[in-house]
């Protein structure tokens, strides 16, 4: 990034562009340091809702995987299946 110096609307110090996050639409008012105190202090008030958030994050994702995970990753491991059930069982291969 560029050496230029920003203000920070929490702490008031002059820093430079490279300690402030990058948004969506450009830069942050805080600074890096400030923006983790606030999230470290909003856990505190309410940690549930922080890990709620968190939780949700996670399923999303997990369904993401999985959804762009083919079927036939899983084929092996069905094929392993029904061979041992044969086996076990004696009867004729389950496809």
Same mark, same amino acid.
Request: charged share 30%; with cysteine.
């Given at each position: 990034?560029?050496?230029?110096?920003?203000?920070?609307?929490?702490?008031?110090?002059?820093?430079?562009?490279?300690?402030?996050?990058?948004?969506?639409?450009?830069?942050?008012?805080?600074?890096?340091?400030?923006?983790?105190?606030?999230?470290?202090?909003?856990?505190?008030? =309410?940690?549930?809702?922080?890990? =709620?958030?968190?939780?949700?994050?996670?399923?999303?994702?997990?369904?993401?995987?999985?959804?762009?995970?083919?079927?036939?990753?899983?084929?092996?491991?069905?094929? =392993?299946?029904?061979?041992?059930?044969?086996?076990?069982?004696?009867?004729?291969?389950?496809?």
């Amino acid at each position: 990034m560029t050496d230029q110096l920003r203000r920070c609307k929490t702490c008031g110090a002059f820093k430079p562009s490279d300690d402030y996050y990058r948004g969506p639409f450009g830069g942050f008012v805080r600074c890096k340091a400030c923006c983790i105190a606030a999230r470290k202090a909003a856990y505190k008030r =309410n940690p549930e809702y922080t890990k =709620n958030l968190v939780r949700g994050y996670r399923a999303a994702a997990k369904a993401r995987r999985l959804a762009e995970t083919p079927d036939d990753t899983q084929a092996p491991f069905k094929s =392993n299946l029904s061979e041992m059930a044969r086996q076990r069982v004696g009867g004729p291969r389950i496809q």
